[in-house]
């Protein structure tokens, strides 16, 4: 199948309610739409993660994150500097952006990322997603589509097949307000 129709695919999974695998840039991901809350809870249950852990939100442009952040300016080019990029920034959520996605909490973190076939899903579902990655908590993430096939065939709809770009460790975490590294890459 080729690349396009396999990222088409993946993305009418996302839309209709399924949970995704595709490679980030360190690892390989697990993503849904973050608005559909059965999706999500398919995830955490995947993953054994409490909701309460929060979700990173990918995007291919900051378009498709806007209606979930709410930047102070110096705190939007402070993010827009390291995208798109392997920098995830922790933010100010709007209010709404459901709980099962902050974990509760007043902010949210999101990444506008470079890794192309991640890139290809946001854009062809139209939609920032869900990223987590691609594990049982506790475990060494998944990092080929072998990998990924082997331990999530099952109970995922659709895994993108590709490389992971060439990171060795989980993008870094910011926080946006002060720049501060929450997470070293």
């Keep these: 199948m080729s690349r396009v129709r396999a990222v088409d695919r993946a993305a009418r999974a996302l839309r209709d309610g399924g949970v995704v695998a595709y490679p980030t840039e360190s690892v390989f991901g697990l993503g849904c739409d973050p608005l559909d809350p059965e999706a999500v809870a398919r995830i955490l249950s995947i993953k054994r993660r409490p909701v309460d852990s929060g979700l990173i939100l990918l995007a291919a442009a900051v378009e498709q994150l806007d209606a979930y952040i709410c930047p102070a300016p110096a705190e939007r080019e402070r993010m827009l500097a390291s995208w798109p990029g392997p920098v995830t ?48 908590s506790g475990r060494p993430p998944a990092r080929s589509t072998l990998q990924t096939r082997r331990r999530f065939a099952a109970v995922v709809d659709e895994i993108l097949p590709g490389a992971v770009g060439g990171y060795s460790r989980p993008t870094e975490i910011r926080l946006a307000s002060t720049g501060d590294v929450l997470r070293a890459a």
Aim: aromatic share 4%; with cysteine.
């Design 89 to 136: 920034w922790v933010v100010a959520a709007t209010p709404g952006v459901p709980a099962w996605i902050t974990g509760g909490r007043s902010s949210i973190a999101v990444r506008v990322t470079a890794e192309p076939v991640a890139a290809a899903l946001c854009r062809a579902a139209d939609m920032a997603i869900v990223s987590t990655s691609a594990n049982r």
